[in-house]
C-alpha cells in the first residue's frame, strides 16, 4: 500500500531534469596533453582509499550569498564514494557502484544510479577521476586536459544533450594524485566550488 | 410383508429424494465465517472483517528470480503493464514511476491542505523565517540539485514534508527501474486484488492470471530462448489456495487408498459385491441426511463440515459390517433384530449423546460437525435396521466368518486366562502412567494458537516474511482501527489517533503509523489549514520580515505568494481528487466501508527491522489514557488465538458435559452402576493412553485432537457394548460372529483414519493419528477388561 508512495518520492527527484540516455562511448579526442594525462590517470588509480575534508560553495542566483557546507568525502576503490556533509545539516550520500544511498535523519532512501542519469555527472565525475577510471570518464564526457603532473586541470563536457541541459561543465583541478578544487558550473547559471583539503585521520 | 416391504423401501426413497432436494439447493460457504462465533463480539467481528476482506488479505507479493537482473526487470515491466489492464487487480506496483506526474501535481496542487506542518505559527514572519531557512538548508545537500526548481513556488518545503508523511516505510531498493530485494537477487512485484482473500476462487483465478502473464511478459521479453527467470509468489491468497488444494488433493487420495484397502479387506470378508455395495447404503443415506440437516438447521453449510463429516460418521461403516456378519446366524436377520440391534442402538445412542455435546459449540464448526454426526448416525442405523433387511435377495449369503472368530475367541480366551487379575492390575498401571505423563504435560498439553492447524509449511512462512522485509512492507498484523458513520467521522479519529500515537513513535517504541488521513485529511483539517493560510498582503508583509537575514530575494517568492492566494480560494480536497493518482490505492486501502459503517485502518511498523513486532500493550494503553472515541488496536494474530483458545476451552468443557451425558444415559438403559463402570473403563483407557502417547511424543493437542477423542468414545462404545453384551448374556457360540465383526470394523475403521495420519495437513494428521490408535486400543481393552470365564470352562 505504502508502497506506491515511492514512485511520487522519486518521481520528485527526478523532476528537476528529464532522464535521457548516456550516448555510447566516442572516444575523446585529447590530444596533446595526451600523455601527461596518462599519467595523473594512472597515478590516481593506484589509491586504494582516500578521506579528505571538503568545504563547499553553491552559488545560487535565487539566493544573494553563497550557500556553505562542509564535511568529509571518502573514496574507496574502485567504486564507492561517500559525501558525509556534517553541516548544516547533517547529511551522507553514499555510491556504490550503482547504488546510491541517501541518509538524512531516520530516513534511509536507496537509488539505482542507472535510474537517475541525471545524477551520473555529478557523481561520475569525481568518483571516475578518483579511480583513475580514463574510459569510464570518456564515457560521460569530453576531456580537455591543461597542466602538468603536477598540477593540473582537468575539465569535463558532457556528451549526452539531456545532461548537458543540466551540466555545462566541471572543472577538476589536481596536485599530482590529490584532487583540490572541484567546480560544477550548472546550465542555468548556477555553481558549486568544492575545495578538498586532505584530512589528518586519513 | 410384501406392503410393509415397499412401505419401508418407498419411503426411504422418499427420504433420500427430499435430502437430495435440500442438500442441492443449500448454500454452501468457503470462507472463515466458520470460525466467527455465532455470537462475535465487536472486536471479533472487526478482526474476522480484517483477516476476510481487510488489505492485508488482498496482497500479493510477487518475486521473479533466476537469470540476469536486467531480464527479470524487463519481464516486470511486462507482467505489470498486463495486470494493470486486469480488473481482477486494484493495484500493481513494480517500482515504475507510472502516475508519478499526476501523483505529483494532485501533491503539488493541494500541498497547503495535504502538508501537516500549515498551522497558526507557520505563515507568521517567525514560522516562515524557519521553515525557509531549512529549505534553504537543505540546498546545500546533495539532493539540494534537485530541489532547487521548486523553491520559488514551495520556499517553505511542504512538498518534501507530505512526501515524508507518504513514505513512512523503508522503500525497496530499485534497479533497472524496478524493485528488487536488498541483494539484488529477486525482482519484486506487489499486487493488490479486488476480491477479498477469502473468496478462494477469485484468488486461484487472480493467480493463475500472474502467471499468464509472467509467462507472456517472459515470451515477449526473451522470445527465442527458454528464459532463466522464475516466478514465486507468496501471500494470504497464496496460501489459502494452496491450503485448499493440499487438503483436496490429500483428502482424495487418502480417500481413495483408503476406500481400496477398506473395499479389498470386506470383500475379502463378505466374498460378495453386492454386500459390499448394500453396505455402503447406511453411510450414504446418513452422509446424505447429515448435510441436509445442517442445511436446514444453520440455513448454510460451512466447508470444513463437508470436508471433516464424512470421516466422523464413518461408525456407520460398521453398523452394516455388524449387521452382515452378526445375522449369518439367522434367516434375513431376524435373530440379529431381536438380540443385536439393541446393542447397535445403544452404541449408536452413545455416540449421539458425545456429538450432541458440539452443538451448543459457538464455534460454527463444531456445532455443524455435531448435528452432521447425529443426524447421520441416526439415519445410517435407520437404514441398516430397516432398510437393509427388507433389500437382501432371498438366499443371500456373506463368506463363513466363523473360523476366524473362534481364533480370535481362542487368543482372547487365552490370554485372559493366562493374564487372569493381572490384566486388570496391569490396566490400572497403564492408566496411571497415562495419567502421570499427562500430569507432566499438563502446561503444554493443549496448543491454544491456531496457526497449529495450518496447512502452510514453516518454510512457505519464511519465504513470505523474506519477501515482506524485501519490500519494507508493513506488518499488516497490529493496526489500530478506528470506526464511525461516516468517511469525515473516521478520517478525525484517524488524525487524533495518529497524534497520540507520535509520543510512541517519537519514543522510539514504534516506527511509523501509516494513516488513511495522509492521503486524505479531514475536511475539518483541511478547513483548518485554509484558515491559517493569509492574504497576499500579510503574507507579503511576514515574508519581508522572515527573508530580510535569509539572502533570498522577496521578489524570487512571488509565484508562493500567487499560490498561497490560490489555496486560499480552492475547495477542500475530496476522495474524488485522488482518482486516477496511485493514492487512491493507498487511501482506499486503508478505509473499509460497509453501508454506513466506516472503518479508517492505521498499519502500525514495528521499531526497526530487529523489532519488527509490535508492542501491542504499550499502545493499547495509550489508546486508553488518550480516550479516544472507537478506536482500538487489534492484534490479529493475539485475536485470533484468544478466539481459538476460547473455542479450545469451550470444547474441552463441552465434551466432558457429552461424556456425563454418556454416563447418564447408560446407567438408564443398563440400570447397574458397575456394569457402566466396565463398560467406559476400556473408553476411558484407550482416550488417556492415547493422548499420554501423543503428549510423551512431543505433539501438542489441539482441537481436532479433542473431536478425535469424541470419536473414539463413540466407536469404541460400540466394541465395549458388545463384549458387554455378550459376556452378561453368556452366548459363547454367538460371540465368535460378534468378535469377527468386530475385528473387522476396527480393522477398517484403522485403515481409514491411521491413512489420515500420513497426510501433510495437520488437522488430518490430528484426527488420524488420535482416531486410529484409540480406535485400536479401545477395542484391545475392551476385549480384555469384559472377559469373563466361558461357562463350559468355568462349570468344569
Not at chain 2, 466396565?678 to 476411558?684: D, H, K, S, V
Request: proline share 5%.
Amino acid at each position: 500500500m505504502k508502497l506506491r508512495v515511492l514512485g511520487v518520492c522519486v518521481s520528485l527527484l527526478a523532476c528537476a531534469a528529464a532522464p535521457g540516455a548516456t550516448s555510447p562511448g566516442a572516444a575523446a579526442d585529447a590530444a596533446g596533453a595526451a600523455d601527461a594525462l596518462d599519467e595523473v590517470m594512472h597515478s590516481l588509480a593506484q589509491r586504494r582509499h582516500g578521506q579528505v575534508s571538503f568545504v563547499e560553495q553553491q552559488f545560487l542566483h535565487m539566493l544573494k550569498r553563497p550557500l556553505e557546507s562542509y564535511g568529509e568525502l571518502i573514496y574507496d576503490a574502485p567504486s564507492r564514494l561517500e559525501k558525509r556533509t556534517i553541516e548544516p545539516r547533517p547529511e551522507t550520500l553514499v555510491v556504490d557502484g550503482e547504488v546510491v544511498t541517501v541518509q538524512r535523519g531516520r530516513r534511509n532512501h536507496v537509488l539505482d544510479l542507472k535510474a537517475y542519469p541525471q545524477l551520473l555527472p555529478f557523481i561520475e565525475s569525481i568518483r571516475a577521476t578518483l579511480a583513475g577510471d580514463r574510459a569510464a570518464l570518456e564515457r560521460l564526457f569530453r576531456l580537455e586536459f591543461a597542466g602538468s603532473e603536477m598540477r593540473w586541470t582537468l575539465v569535463l563536457r558532457p556528451l549526452d544533450a539531456q545532461l548537458a541541459k543540466t551540466v555545462a561543465e566541471i572543472r577538476i583541478d589536481g596536485l599530482r594524485d590529490e584532487l583540490s578544487r572541484v567546480e560544477i558550473r550548472q546550465s542555468d547559471g548556477d555553481r558549486s566550488l568544492m575545495t578538498l583539503r586532505a584530512h589528518s585521520g586519513r | 410383508m410384501n406392503t410393509r416391504r415397499s412401505w419401508i423401501i418407498s419411503s426411504w426413497l422418499v427420504g433420500i429424494a427430499a435430502a437430495l432436494w435440500v442438500v442441492t439447493h443449500a448454500h454452501y460457504i468457503n470462507d472463515l465465517s466458520a470460525f466467527l462465533p455465532a455470537k462475535p463480539t465487536h472486536l471479533q467481528k472487526l478482526m474476522v472483517d480484517q483477516l476476510r476482506d481487510g488489505p492485508a488479505s488482498r496482497l500479493l507479493l510477487i518475486a521473479l528470480q533466476g537469470g540476469d537482473s536486467e531480464t527479470r526487470a524487463r519481464v516486470s515491466r511486462n507482467m505489470a503493464r498486463r495486470l494493470r489492464d486486469d480488473a481482477a487487480f486494484s493495484s500493481v506496483e513494480n517500482g515504475e514511476a507510472l502516475t508519478a506526474s499526476r501523483d505529483r501535481d494532485f501533491l503539488f496542487t493541494h500541498r497547503y491542505l495535504l502538508s501537516d506542518a500549515v498551522d497558526a505559527r507557520h505563515f507568521t514572519a517567525a514560522g516562515l523565517k524557519d521553515a525557509i531557512a531549512e529549505t534553504i538548508e537543505s540546498l546545500a545537500s546533495p539532493a539540494g540539485l534537485l530541489l532547487k526548481s521548486l523553491v520559488p513556488r514551495d520556499p517553505t518545503g511542504e512538498m518534501l514534508r507530505i512526501i515524508d508523511q507518504l513514505s513512512r516505510t523503508r522503500s525497496p531498493r530499485t534497479q533497472h527501474g524496478v524493485w528488487v530485494s536488498a541483494d539484488g537477487a529477486r525482482t519484486l512485484l506487489v499486487a493488490q486484488t479486488a476480491a477479498p482473500g477469502s473468496d478462494t476462487d477469485a484468488q486461484e483465478r487472480d493467480l493463475q492470471a500472474i502467471r499468464g502473464a509472467f509467462g507472456a511478459g517472459v515470451a515477449e521479453t526473451e522470445p527465442s530462448s527458454s528464459s532463466a527467470v522464475q516466478l514465486k509468489m507468496s501471500g494470504p491468497g497464496v496460501f489459502a489456495v494452496a491450503a485448499r488444494a493440499k487438503i483436496k488433493r490429500a483428502a482424495m487420495r487418502l480417500s481413495a487408498i483408503s476406500g481400496i484397502l477398506v473395499v479389498a479387506v470386506l470383500l475379502a470378508v463378505y466374498r460378495s459385491p453386492l454386500a459390499l455395495g448394500l453396505g455402503l447404503l447406511p453411510v450414504a443415506t446418513g452422509a446424505l441426511a447429515g448435510i441436509a440437516a445442517v442445511a436446514l438447521g444453520f440455513g448454510a453449510v460451512h466447508g470444513i463440515t463437508l470436508g471433516f463429516g464424512i470421516t466422523l460418521i464413518g461408525e456407520s461403516v460398521d453398523y452394516s459390517i455388524y449387521f452382515f456378519i452378526q445375522s449369518l446366524q439367522g434367516p434375513s436377520g431376524d435373530a440379529w433384530r431381536r438380540r443385536l440391534w439393541p446393542t447397535v442402538r445403544l452404541g449408536m445412542l452413545t455416540s449421539v449423546c458425545g456429538f450432541a455435546s458440539l452443538l451448543p459449540s459457538g464455534f460454527p464448526g463444531l456445532a455443524q460437525l455435531g448435528l452432521y454426526s447425529i443426524t447421520g448416525l441416526i439415519a445410517a442405523a435407520m437404514v441398516t435396521r430397516f432398510v437393509l433387511p427388507e433389500l437382501l435377495p432371498p438366499g443371500f449369503r456373506i463368506g463363513d466368518v466363523s473360523g476366524f472368530g473362534l481364533r480370535i475367541v481362542r487368543v482372547r480366551d487365552a490370554i485372559c486366562r493366562y493374564g487372569g487379575l493381572g490384566l486388570r492390575y496391569a490396566a490400572c498401571a497403564v492408566a496411571v502412567v497415562a495419567m502421570l505423563v499427562l500430569y507432566r504435560h499438563h502446561d503444554t498439553l493443549w496448543n491454544r494458537e491456531l496457526s497449529r492447524l495450518s496447512p502452510v509449511s514453516p518454510e512457505d512462512l519464511r519465504y513470505d516474511s523474506t519477501l515482506r522485509s524485501d519490500l519494507g512492507a508493513a506488518n499488516v498484523l497490529d493496526v489500530v482501527i478506528v470506526e464511525g458513520a461516516g468517511l469525515e467521522e473516521v478520517l478525525r479519529g484517524a488524525e487524533r489517533a495518529q497524534a497520540a500515537l507520535q509520543t510512541l513513535v517519537d519514543a522510539g517504541i514504534i516506527g511509523d503509523v501509516d494513516s488513511p488521513a495522509n492521503y486524505l485529511p479531514s475536511l475539518a483539517a483541511q478547513e483548518a489549514r485554509r484558515g491559517v493560510l493569509p492574504d497576499a498582503r500579510t503574507l507579503r508583509d511576514n515574508l519581508k520580515v522572515a527573508v530580510a537575514d535569509l539572502g533570498l530575494g522577496l521578489e524570487q517568492l512571488t509565484p508562493f505568494v500567487e499560490d498561497v492566494a490560490a489555496a486560499r480560494e480552492a475547495p477542500p480536497v475530496t476522495p474524488d481528487d485522488l482518482r486516477g493518482t496511485s493514492l487512491a490505492a493507498g487511501f482506499n486501502a486503508l478505509i473499509l466501508h460497509q453501508a454506513d459503517h466506516w472503518s479508517a485502518l492505521l498499519p502500525l511498523h514495528g521499531a526497526d527491522g530487529a523489532t519488527p513486532d509490535v508492542d501491542v500493550a504499550r499502545v493499547a494503553a495509550l489508546l486508553a489514557a488518550a480516550k479516544l472515541p472507537n478506536t482500538q488496536i487489534l492484534d490479529l494474530k493475539l485475536e485470533t488465538d484468544a478466539l481459538y483458545a476460547g473455542y479450545l476451552q469451550e470444547a474441552i468443557r463441552l465434551s466432558l458435559c457429552g461424556f456425563v451425558l454418556i454416563v447418564l444415559l447408560l446407567l438408564a438403559a443398563l440400570r447397574e452402576t458397575r456394569r457402566v463402570a466396565r463398560l467406559l473403563a476400556p473408553l476411558g483407557l484407550a482416550v488417556l493412553t492415547v493422548a499420554a502417547g501423543l503428549a510423551a511424543a512431543g505433539q501438542q493437542l489441539t482441537i481436532l485432537h479433542l473431536v478425535g477423542m469424541l470419536l473414539i468414545v463413540a466407536v469404541g462404545s460400540n466394541y465395549a457394548l458388545f463384549f458387554d453384551g455378550a459376556a452378561a448374556a453368556q452366548r459363547a457360540p454367538n460371540s465368535a460372529l460378534i468378535l469377527a465383526s468386530l475385528v473387522i470394523a476396527n480393522i477398517s475403521t484403522v485403515i481409514g483414519f491411521g491413512l489420515l495420519s500420513f497426510s501433510q495437513v495437520p488437522v488430518l494428521v490430528a484426527l488420524g493419528t488420535t482416531v486410529a490408535p484409540g480406535a485400536f486400543l479401545a477395542l484391545v481393552f475392551s476385549a480384555l477388561l469384559t472377559w469373563r470365564a466361558p461357562p463350559a470352562t468355568a462349570d468344569a
